[in-house]
């Protein structure tokens, strides 16, 4: 099984809603990350989550909280969130954290109102 | 901070055509990850280079890292309607952390 599952693959809230997206990997892979993708841009790493440690938080807002509640599972709760929060959220996971390649879920696509 | 330039932002070809998506850092590299992501789709990771001055080859893709490794290269020969889509290169710098480049769509001209 080499897929990283995320869900729902679309979102829409409003902006005093509280949301969870999810992500799933079975690959035994021992990092995982949250990207944030805008339209016609790059990935842009949000967290690193590296043997179920939060490594790296990229300065994102406080409104976005990361949970890793085991080596599978990777969750983003999403609090009062802004419409410039639209975007493909993608989950990711890689061997280790300085491991070779990095697979990607499908990716939520958040719309905030 | 460390920036991984990548140019052209886009290019347009016939099919049949070569493509070309060049990639340089400002600073030495690690290693270098090349990703495509179709149009609604998600990254998708093509290859990875690690050594200086390094060519690997994919069917009609070739890959190739500078002796510097500051930069790369990712050529397509003759495109078809299956290689649209954007290709992203990404470095991983002296922290292991990816620095991704902005992306070259290709698109294919009817």
């Known amino acids: 099984d080499t897929e990283v599952t995320q869900t729902p693959k679309h979102l829409v809230m409003g902006m005093t809603n509280k949301k969870s997206l999810k992500c799933e990997q079975h690959?035994?892979?021992?990092?995982m990350y949250w990207y944030k993708q805008k339209a016609k841009k790059p990935p842009e790493l949000m967290f690193v989550?590296?043997?179920?440690?939060?490594?790296i938080n990229e300065s994102v807002p406080s409104r976005f909280s990361p949970e890793c509640p085991n080596s599978s599972l990777l969750n983003l709760h999403l609090h009062a969130l802004q419409p410039e929060d639209s975007a493909l959220y993608l989950c990711?996971?890689?061997?280790?954290?300085?491991?070779?390649?990095?697979?990607f879920g499908q990716g939520t696509r958040l719309t905030v109102v | 901070g460390q920036q991984v330039m990548q140019i052209p932002q886009y290019q347009h070809v016939q099919e049949g055509e070569d493509f070309t998506t060049y990639c340089n850092s400002s600073t030495t590299l690690s290693n270098i990850q090349w990703y495509k992501q179709r149009p609604g789709g998600h990254p998708v990771f093509l290859i990875q280079?690690?050594?200086s001055g390094e060519v690997k080859k994919q069917k009609r893709l070739t890959f190739q890292f500078g002796e510097a490794k500051k930069n790369s290269s990712l050529h397509i020969t003759a495109t078809q309607t299956t290689d649209v889509g954007t290709y992203f290169c990404a470095g991983r710098d002296s922290n292991y952390q990816l620095i991704w480049g902005a992306g070259t769509k290709l698109i294919i001209k009817p």
């Open positions: 989550y590296s043997y179920e440690k939060l490594s």
């Open positions: 690959m035994g892979h021992r990092a």
């Open positions: 280079l690690v050594k």
């Open positions: 990711a996971s890689s061997h280790s954290f300085q491991g070779t390649e990095a697979f």
